[in-house]
């Protein structure tokens, strides 16, 4: 009730002409009249406060007590959840343990970390054109099957919502001979689905749904055929994300590879050890602190990209770039992990000879392009 009040409040003040404001304001008139009729003038009033109080934040650290939970609990029991539904194959399915959109989110950038980490998409030149995530057919890409029990065992361990998105019945489908078979589903993984498919889209900034969709559709839209104008697939939900679709434009020119390459670097914090002879050294790791379901977070592409430029934008060619992350490796999270990353990549570009001179013959263009590509970039 309070976010339909709210929603419909926000409306009138957003709105820039007096007649977009007239149907929020029916519709706050409408609420408030229903509300006093329902629970008489006085009531309303108290409510209308409460709501006053709530949008100034007079509650946000007020505990709750044992005997508001147990009332809750009467009062509601198990009956409350929240519905996600995939636009595209309008699979809808209800989570106990998501509360809002805000956690959807979360939880979307959580299972988008592990699939990109787990099929090697945030390592050197990630096959991102030809990437299905579905909770489909188990026969496809990304999908729970295939992301390796390790993974999904670890993730339930880890927070009660990993229990409800790879919960999984079995179905019956067609193969491709027309024969039923019956294979594994995860229609929670399913409702989620097109939410992860847009986010890592806007990893490495194409936002085009059929590249991130499937392996064989057909990117030319009705629009084309009739019209020969190109139509961008864009997200309706690019700003839950981190607005890389129209904020990093200097990249527009670049590989998707490269994208990727500064758009899946994790939140990170410095692990302090101390070494059996007495030394201290330091050591990355990722911050899962940030997500309340204990997942790994990636770093905004604009923020990584930044960082990097305003100290490696010097560099002559790609030795120096590596000589330079290593360099910074000590001063701040991200540039060791992009270190890391990028050490990783010129590792094997070259053979050298006995006095150390650079075999040419034996040079791996592939990751020398790559190198130079994100060279380029900063």
Known sequence: MFVDYMTNRDAIDKADSFFKKIKPWLKTFGFNIGMMISI??????????MYADMNAGKFKDTEITKEQNDR???????????????????TS????????????????RGLSFWILNYFGMDKIHPNVARVSITGGRSDMVATPDRLGKEYIEYLKRSH???????????????????????????PKFEALSRYIADYIST?????????????????TSDKQVDTGENEDFMSKDTDHWDKAAYEFSKLDGLLDEVKLFFGT?????????????????????????????????FMPIEDTWNVIVNECSTAKDIMELDKMLENLAGRK?????????????????????????????????DKESFAIQILSAI
């Open 160 to 186: 009660p919502v990993f229990e409800e998105v790879f919960e999984c019945v079995e179905k019956e489908f067609k193969d491709k001979d027309g024969k039923i078979v019956k294979r594994n589903y995860y």
């Open 265 to 297: 670097i994790p939140y990170g914090k410095y692990h302090t050890i101390t070494n059996d002879d007495g030394t201290v050294t330091r050591e990355v790791v990722v911050d899962t602190s940030r997500n309340k379901f204990g997942c790994p977070e």
């Open 40 to 49: 008489g003038r006085t009531n309303a009033a108290k409510m209308y406060q």
């Open 333 to 365: 999270e991200v540039y060791q992990q992009v270190y890391v990353k990028y050490h990783e990549l010129i590792q094997g570009i070259y053979k050298y000879n006995s006095d150390g001179k650079v075999i040419v013959a034996q040079t791996n263009f």
């Open 93 to 108: 399915a209800n989570f106990s343990h998501l509360a809002n959109i805000g956690d959807r989110d979360k939880l979307v």
């Open 203 to 219: 990893i490495f900034d194409t936002m085009r749904k059929p590249k991130i969709e499937t392996d064989d559709t057909d990117n």
């Open 72 to 90: 809750f609990q009467r009062l509601f029991g198990e009956g409350l959840y929240y519905t996600v539904t995939n636009s595209d194959s309008k």
